[in-house]
């Protein structure tokens, strides 16, 4: 079990979407940052993942984004990653 829940979303060319289930997937298994903080990370959704409390929504948005943006998910522009914890019962 996983200490807190984030929405996670991409932001690409100024459109909002849930980041996609395949990329968080990705990003949590192959993480190549050799940061500690990203092993106890689980995709479980379209936009949701759950983390340990060693990882703050801001660094995984920060290392997200870099990853994103270097496979070139942004379609020759950054992308901007925003994610936040979500509380149990709260809707978007």
Known sequence: MYAQKFQVDV??????????LEWLDQFCMRNFTNA??????????EGQVEASFRLTPKRFSEGLAAWLTQRGKGEGEPVLVEA???CEGQSR
């Open 11 to 20: 932001v690409i060319r100024g459109e909002r979407r849930a980041c996609p």
């Open 84 to 86: 936040y914890v979500v």
């Open 36 to 45: 500690a903080e990203f092993d106890d990370t689980l995709p479980v959704a």
